[in-house]
């Protein structure tokens, strides 16, 4: 013992010079062992090894280790359990910051630990988060202070099976199909909502009566375009309606596109009796397609521009008899229209080229619906026959994962809300309706609802609403119900005038309903706060009702405009871009007038104008992608394209009487003696030119998080070098700590998804889905304990941090006429001081949001002669607003009313050598020093700004500072 603890590695020992990891050890120590086991004669042909599959016996252990965490008398979140031989009690788990407290020399990182954590409070998405994305990390971490009990990873090794991580129970593909238990739902990921009033968010005042022609007998409002509603007919005919206006935007009667490619037995249907009608319309998840399923053979697919632009796509003669559903799905990327059918057999075919990808049997009767869904990257599909047996298949054509049935035995839909809960709502033979809620994979229900009729003559059917509302038609009225209480909670009778089963179908965000009525109509209804919106144009804070790709609505900024209005009625519009004929405005972050003082701003063209300096760098740079300065305000980090890292430090001295960041004293690069090199993300599957960079820093300054499109990497700042790469496929396009506590971090991803990522117990705690394209921007707000993020599909999303449940949503607002099909719509954001506002950043606009009610209430727009937006962040204050643009110009606004104070000229900062199309891709604010910035040069340069030691702050710069300064009118910025 003495002769190890002398060694600086244990593997110096001859007898410990294989020993690399526990798991490892285990599994030389299990084959050893089974080696003196069989030696032994009093074994000898007595004794047979177990063969059970290894998944097998992991379910049996975690079911042990479950059973345990129910009798404990104090359950805890994380309990401790460290053997299955003698009872676990339940500790709180300490409230240290364990993962991030600082490390020194004397307090090393552990690099193995022993003990075992199993996580019960999130079994419930163990099967769709951890288990489906157990490759993110085999390890966990644990950094913190030594007394803290260690993590052991329980590993999947084939043949260590005493070697099991209880979040990773089994990976077979049947385990991916699970849905939580009752008791494995919490209130945590289902908080109560019975003290939010839910009846103002309901869609309940008759907006708007479409006349249709034929009765409507299915719906679908456009995933993007949130006023657009697709509607199919009992003759066949299909319509695309803007409901806003009432405007009819498409009509089209039922024709066969080619006869002569469909079926004989088709063909001699259609002849016998020429009658069609439309069972399904549906939607593509972007909405670029949609499909009609009729009730003789075939399916068509159209693709969908705008409403000038529908084309015929695909026509399928799909299934013998009628096309009971449709629905869209893409598995592996690849986008396809799942149908099923009077023949018992469901089918998936690829949009593209028609061809029939897979097909799923086994049903015994006709299949009435469909209920595709995914968890993680596995994606599986719920098909219900008229007898209300429901089957569960993967993409393999290998058959029924899952077989249950029903309530009622009849006809039954199923559809997940947004939070992943699964709900089902049918009618038996006899007349009887049924709404549910399921809970685990046995086919149990968790909740049945109550209030529906005994003696429907029809199918009753459902919608969902904002993981909030549950909504059916039933004796004639629209019935609601909270989602966390079975008894009824309002009806709605739009007016009067619908059927006994009325068709009910919300938008997106909830903030629409359709309802088929009778004479062949279709009422709109709006919400309260809904009906303004939707008749005012100019509002700028329009709810989901945007338009993605050709802007329904425009904010009302002329080109040389600089404020728009954020749709409050105590706020005014600047008039013809002159901001000296606006109306004074309150801004509802600082309350300060946005009446400019003067009229105009202050142009810096010449370094003598301000204090610069350009940070020291021995090396040749690659373009900045990402700049930040430490929360102790001495350091800036910055990570350059090539994925390499570069830390510039401040430190005390003769001539700086203070180790911040300043521009009067040059920092030095910083790289401590026992680095042998630079920090440099793994590039491993993805190209430089291409990746997305990200990193994220501990609020104590001492661990970076950083990806350049590989694995994201964990990097020690007190040691600058890697201690752990997180497995990350796919790829990382940003990342945020949760202030409360740094061992949760968000991740946005290359695939559109936000993992919820536990730091202290190696795995996934959950995925946010919502976005449709990559995650571009997280940012928490401490205060309201939500999570905003932002992605490439130009839309924004409200998180509660209280059980991850998508809170509000909506549409980017794009100030101008431009095609966003040639713009990058890439946002950041960023939670202003006061944690309720948060600035997004986007190429053509910057915006101030509410996050409250996520309004936009104040917006910037550089105008049509004006250079895209580079990027932009608040000062540490949030009184001021830095902003760069591609021409090479850097703003100061005043964050109240994006009045701006300044404008630095390229000609000021940039050295006369510097290459043509230099100009800042990042801006970071000093976090102690509102008057101090960075940017991050396409060069590889970095530049810290700071005003003229004359004016101290750049709201006191004068025409005459310096004198030498400019001043230039503000009616003509825009176009400078």
Same mark, same amino acid.
């Given at each position: 013992?003495?002769?190890?603890?002398?060694?600086?590695?244990?593997?110096?020992?001859?007898?410990?010079?294989?020993?690399?990891?526990?798991?490892?050890?285990?599994?030389?120590?299990?084959?050893?062992?089974?080696?003196?086991?069989?030696?032994?004669?009093?074994?000898?042909?007595?004794?047979?090894?177990?063969?059970?599959?290894?998944?097998?016996?992991?379910?049996?252990?975690?079911?042990?280790?479950?059973?345990?965490?129910?009798?404990?008398?104090?359950?805890?979140?994380?309990?401790?359990?460290?053997?299955?031989?003698?009872?676990?009690?339940?500790?709180?788990?300490?409230?240290?910051?364990?993962?991030?407290?600082?490390?020194?020399?004397?307090?090393?990182?552990?690099?193995?630990?022993?003990?075992?954590?199993?996580?019960?409070?999130?079994?419930?998405?163990?099967?769709?988060?951890?288990?489906?994305?157990?490759?993110?990390?085999?390890?966990?971490?644990?950094?913190?202070?030594?007394?803290?009990?260690?993590?052991?990873?329980?590993?999947?090794?084939?043949?260590?099976?005493?070697?099991?991580?209880?979040?990773? /129970?089994?990976?077979?593909?049947?385990?991916?199909?699970?849905?939580?238990?009752?008791?494995?739902?919490?209130?945590?990921?289902?908080?109560?909502?019975?003290?939010?009033?839910?009846?103002?968010?309901?869609?309940?005042?008759?907006?708007?009566?479409?006349?249709?022609?034929?009765?409507?007998?299915?719906?679908?409002?456009?995933?993007?375009?949130?006023?657009?509603?697709?509607?199919?007919?009992?003759?066949?005919?299909?319509?695309?309606?803007?409901?806003?206006?009432?405007?009819?935007?498409?009509?089209?009667?039922?024709?066969?596109?080619?006869?002569?490619?469909?079926?004989?037995?088709?063909?001699?249907?259609?002849?016998?009796?020429?009658?069609?009608?439309?069972?399904?319309?549906?939607?593509?998840?972007?909405?670029?397609?949609?499909?009609?399923?009729?009730?003789?053979?075939?399916?068509?697919?159209?693709?969908?521009?705008?409403?000038?632009?529908?084309?015929?796509?695909?026509?399928?003669?799909?299934?013998?008899?009628?096309?009971?559903?449709?629905?869209?799905?893409?598995?592996?990327?690849?986008?396809?229209?799942?149908?099923?059918?009077?023949?018992?057999?469901?089918?998936?075919?690829?949009?593209?080229?028609?061809?029939?990808?897979?097909?799923?049997?086994?049903?015994?009767?006709?299949?009435?619906?469909?209920?595709?869904?995914?968890?993680?990257?596995?994606?599986?599909?719920?098909?219900?026959?008229?007898?209300?047996?429901?089957?569960?298949?993967?993409?393999?054509?290998?058959?029924?994962?899952?077989?249950?049935?029903?309530?009622?035995?009849?006809?039954?839909?199923?559809?997940?809300?947004?939070?992943?809960?699964?709900?089902?709502?049918?009618?038996?033979?006899?007349?009887?309706?049924?709404?549910?809620?399921?809970?685990?994979?046995?086919?149990?229900?968790?909740?049945?609802?109550?209030?529906?009729?005994?003696?429907?003559?029809?199918?009753?059917?459902?919608?969902?609403?904002?993981?909030?509302?549950?909504?059916?038609?039933?004796?004639?009225?629209?019935?609601?119900?909270?989602?966390?209480?079975?008894?009824?909670?309002?009806?709605?009778?739009?007016?009067?005038?619908?059927?006994?089963?009325?068709?009910?179908?919300?938008?997106?965000?909830?903030?629409?309903?359709?309802?088929?009525?009778?004479?062949?109509?279709?009422? /709109?209804?709006?919400?309260?706060?809904?009906?303004?919106?939707?008749?005012?144009?100019?509002?700028?804070?329009?709810?989901?009702?945007?338009?993605?790709?050709?802007?329904?609505?425009?904010?009302?900024?002329?080109?040389?405009?600089?404020?728009?209005?954020?749709?409050?009625?105590?706020?005014?519009?600047?008039?013809?871009?002159?901001?000296?004929?606006?109306?004074?405005?309150?801004?509802?972050?600082?309350?300060?007038?946005?009446?400019?003082?003067?009229?105009?701003?202050?142009?810096?063209?010449?370094?003598?104008?301000?204090?610069?300096?350009?940070?020291?760098?021995?090396?040749?740079?690659?373009?900045?992608?990402?700049?930040?300065?430490?929360?102790?305000?001495?350091?800036?980090?910055?990570?350059?394209?090539?994925?390499?890292?570069?830390?510039?430090?401040?430190?005390?001295?003769?001539?700086?009487?203070?180790?911040?960041?300043?521009?009067?004293?040059?920092?030095?690069?910083?790289?401590?003696?026992?680095?042998?090199?630079?920090?440099?993300?793994?590039?491993?599957?993805?190209?430089?030119?291409?990746?997305?960079?990200?990193?994220?820093?501990?609020?104590?300054?001492?661990?970076?998080?950083?990806?350049?499109?590989?694995?994201?990497?964990?990097?020690?700042?007190?040691?600058?070098?890697?201690?752990?790469?997180?497995?990350?496929?796919?790829?990382?396009?940003?990342?945020?700590?949760?202030?409360?506590?740094?061992?949760?971090?968000?991740?946005?991803?290359?695939?559109?998804?936000?993992?919820?990522?536990?730091?202290?117990?190696?795995?996934?705690?959950?995925?946010?889905?919502?976005?449709?394209?990559?995650?571009?921007?997280?940012?928490?707000?401490?205060?309201?304990?939500?999570?905003?993020?932002?992605?490439?599909?130009?839309?924004?999303?409200?998180?509660?941090?209280?059980?991850?449940?998508?809170?509000?949503?909506?549409?980017?607002?794009?100030?101008?006429?431009?095609?966003?099909?040639?713009?990058?719509?890439?946002?950041?954001?960023?939670?202003?001081?006061?944690?309720?506002?948060?600035?997004?950043?986007?190429?053509?606009?910057?915006?101030?949001?509410?996050?409250?009610?996520?309004?936009?209430?104040?917006?910037?727009?550089?105008?049509?002669?004006?250079?895209?937006?580079?990027?932009?962040?608040?000062?540490?204050?949030?009184?001021?607003?830095?902003?760069?643009?591609?021409?090479?110009?850097?703003?100061?606004?005043?964050?109240?009313?994006?009045?701006?104070?300044?404008?630095?000229?390229?000609?000021?900062?940039?050295?006369?050598?510097?290459?043509?199309?230099?100009?800042?891709?990042?801006?970071?604010?000093?976090?102690?020093?509102?008057?101090?910035?960075?940017?991050?040069?396409?060069?590889?340069?970095?530049?810290?700004?700071?005003?003229?030691?004359?004016?101290?702050?750049?709201?006191?710069?004068?025409?005459?500072?310096?004198?030498?300064?400019?001043?230039?009118?503000?009616?003509?910025?825009?176009?400078?």
């Amino acid at each position: 013992m003495t002769l190890l603890l002398t060694l600086n590695d244990i593997r110096d020992h001859e007898s410990l010079s294989m020993y690399s990891d526990a798991d490892s050890a285990r599994k030389v120590m299990r084959v050893e062992l089974k080696k003196l086991i069989e030696a032994n004669p009093l074994f000898s042909d007595k004794l047979e090894f177990p063969n059970a599959a290894s998944h097998r016996l992991r379910r049996l252990i975690n079911q042990s280790l479950n059973w345990q965490h129910v009798l404990c008398a104090y359950p805890q979140p994380n309990p401790d359990i460290r053997t299955l031989f003698v009872d676990h009690v339940c500790v709180p788990i300490p409230s240290d910051d364990h993962l991030f407290s600082t490390l020194s020399d004397s307090n090393p990182v552990p690099s193995q630990t022993t003990s075992m954590l199993v996580s019960t409070s999130s079994a419930s998405n163990s099967t769709s988060s951890s288990e489906a994305h157990s490759s993110i990390s085999s390890e966990a971490l644990s950094l913190g202070d030594p007394t803290n009990i260690g993590i052991a990873t329980i590993t999947d090794g084939s043949e260590d099976i005493t070697s099991v991580h209880y979040s990773s /129970i089994p990976e077979s593909e049947l385990a991916i199909l699970k849905r939580p238990s009752d008791e494995e739902i919490s209130a945590d990921s289902h908080p109560d909502q019975s003290s939010i009033d839910i009846s103002d968010d309901l869609p309940k005042n008759v907006l708007r009566i479409l006349n249709e022609g034929s009765s409507p007998t299915s719906m679908d409002f456009h995933p993007e375009h949130q006023t657009v509603l697709l509607v199919g007919t009992s003759v066949g005919d299909i319509g695309l309606w803007e409901v806003r206006s009432g405007e009819s935007l498409l009509s089209r009667n039922f024709k066969v596109w080619d006869i002569a490619a469909c079926s004989k037995i088709f063909k001699a249907t259609l002849l016998k009796d020429p009658s069609v009608s439309v069972n399904r319309v549906a939607w593509s998840p972007e909405g670029c397609f949609f499909g009609v399923a009729y009730s003789k053979h075939i399916v068509q697919i159209y693709s969908y521009n705008d409403a000038k632009d529908v084309q015929q796509k695909l026509e399928i003669d799909a299934h013998v008899g009628g096309v009971n559903d449709l629905a869209f799905s893409a598995p592996e990327k690849q986008l396809l229209v799942i149908t099923c059918g009077d023949d018992k057999t469901v089918k998936a075919w690829d949009v593209t080229s028609g061809v029939k990808m897979y097909s799923f049997e086994g049903h015994d009767a006709p299949v009435y619906s469909l209920c595709p869904h995914s968890k993680g990257n596995v994606h599986f599909l719920s098909a219900t026959s008229v007898n209300s047996n429901i089957k569960v298949c993967l993409y393999d054509n290998l058959g029924a994962k899952v077989d249950y049935d029903a309530p009622g035995l009849g006809c039954t839909s199923m559809a997940y809300s947004g939070d992943r809960r699964l709900f089902s709502c049918g009618t038996s033979k006899s007349g009887e309706s049924f709404l549910a809620e399921w809970g685990d994979s046995e086919g149990s229900i968790k909740r049945t609802y109550l209030g529906l009729q005994k003696s429907s003559s029809g199918v009753v059917q459902f919608d969902i609403m904002k993981n909030q509302v549950l909504a059916a038609g039933d004796e004639h009225v629209i019935k609601l119900w909270d989602m966390d209480k079975v008894e009824l909670f309002t009806t709605i009778d739009a007016e009067g005038g619908l059927p006994e089963n009325p068709r009910v179908r919300f938008n997106k965000e909830g903030t629409l309903l359709a309802v088929s009525a009778n004479d062949n109509k279709i009422k /709109i209804l709006a919400k309260d706060s809904g009906l303004h919106s939707l008749h005012t144009s100019q509002n700028c804070s329009d709810d989901a009702s945007r338009d993605l790709c050709h802007n329904f609505k425009k904010l009302g900024i002329e080109p040389s405009s600089t404020v728009a209005c954020a749709g409050a009625a105590d706020e005014a519009v600047t008039n013809n871009g002159n901001p000296e004929n606006s109306e004074v405005v309150k801004s509802k972050i600082t309350g300060k007038s946005t009446t400019s003082k003067s009229g105009r701003l202050i142009l810096i063209t010449s370094p003598s104008q301000f204090q610069i300096l350009r940070l020291p760098s021995p090396m040749k740079a690659n373009k900045i992608s990402r700049l930040i300065y430490n929360n102790a305000g001495n350091s800036i980090l910055a990570l350059t394209s090539n994925a390499s890292h570069l830390c510039w430090k401040w430190s005390q001295n003769d001539t700086h009487s203070s180790d911040k960041a300043t521009a009067k004293v040059p920092p030095q690069l910083w790289q401590p003696s026992s680095s042998s090199g630079l920090m440099t993300n793994d590039l491993t599957g993805s190209s430089p030119e291409e990746a997305v960079p990200c990193f994220a820093l501990s609020k104590n300054d001492s661990y970076l998080l950083s990806a350049c499109g590989g694995r994201i990497s964990l990097y020690s700042l007190l040691k600058f070098k890697t201690m752990l790469p997180i497995m990350q496929p796919p790829a990382a396009t940003c990342i945020a700590f949760y202030p409360q506590d740094n061992n949760i971090l968000a991740i946005g991803r290359d695939d559109s998804t936000i993992l919820i990522y536990n730091v202290r117990s190696a795995k996934v705690d959950t995925i946010l889905e919502g976005h449709s394209k990559r995650v571009s921007g997280l940012a928490f707000s401490n205060d309201l304990n939500v999570l905003v993020s932002s992605g490439a599909d130009a839309q924004i999303f409200v998180w509660k941090v209280e059980g991850w449940g998508k809170e509000r949503s909506r549409f980017l607002q794009i100030p101008d006429d431009r095609t966003l099909s040639s713009l990058s719509l890439d946002t950041d954001i960023q939670f202003h001081q006061n944690q309720t506002e948060f600035l997004a950043v986007h190429e053509t606009c910057l915006s101030i949001y509410d996050a409250r009610k996520l309004e936009c209430v104040k917006q910037w727009s550089p105008g049509d002669f004006g250079a895209p937006i580079s990027h932009a962040t608040f000062s540490c204050d949030g009184q001021m607003v830095y902003a760069s643009f591609e021409d090479g110009l850097v703003s100061i606004f005043d964050a109240s009313d994006f009045q701006l104070y300044c404008r630095i000229n390229p000609t000021a900062y940039l050295s006369p050598t510097s290459s043509l199309g230099v100009y800042p891709l990042v801006v970071a604010a000093h976090p102690q020093e509102p008057d101090q910035f960075a940017v991050g040069l396409k060069d590889g340069a970095v530049i810290v700004f700071e005003p003229p030691i004359s004016a101290g702050k750049w709201s006191m710069l004068t025409a005459y500072e310096n004198g030498s300064a400019s001043k230039i009118p503000a009616e003509s910025e825009a176009n400078q």
